[in-house]
């Protein structure tokens, strides 16, 4: 059964930074293209980043340097680090474990991020 389970959210003033996780357990993780993607209220759940089973991080064109995605495939984690972060970064934050890139793979339940002053 595979399981992804996210960590890290929380309620952080602007400017702050976080660091989410996403630990995996029941696929062969080293093997799969692990994808962060996060819902605004109101809107579709948009693409944050992947990171390739060779670490190489792929971002989409509009998303800032602020976000960066690695993994660690000892751990089985993949992680999103969140620099300064913007009110407009509220957002639910999901971790997508995927076999191919035109798979939609496994999902986790989400963790919350609140940007609040």
């Known amino acids: 059964q595979v399981q992804l389970v996210e960590s890290g959210g929380g309620s952080v003033q602007p400017g702050g930074s976080l660091t989410l996780s996403c630990a995996a357990s029941?696929?062969?993780?080293?093997?799969?293209?692990m994808m962060w993607w996060r819902q605004l209220p109101g809107q579709e759940r948009e693409l944050v980043g992947t990171?390739?089973?060779?670490?190489?991080?792929v971002y989409p064109d509009s998303v800032e340097a602020r976000f960066t995605i690695s993994r660690d495939n000892v751990k089985e984690t993949v992680y999103l680090q969140i620099n300064d972060l913007k009110p407009e970064d509220t957002a639910v934050y999901y971790c997508?474990?995927?076999?191919?890139?035109?798979?939609?793979?496994?999902w986790g339940q989400g963790t919350q991020v609140t940007v609040s002053s």
């Open positions: 990171v390739t089973p060779a670490h190489a991080p």
């Open positions: 029941g696929l062969d993780f080293s093997a799969y293209l």
């Open positions: 997508n474990a995927r076999p191919s890139w035109t798979s939609p793979g496994y």
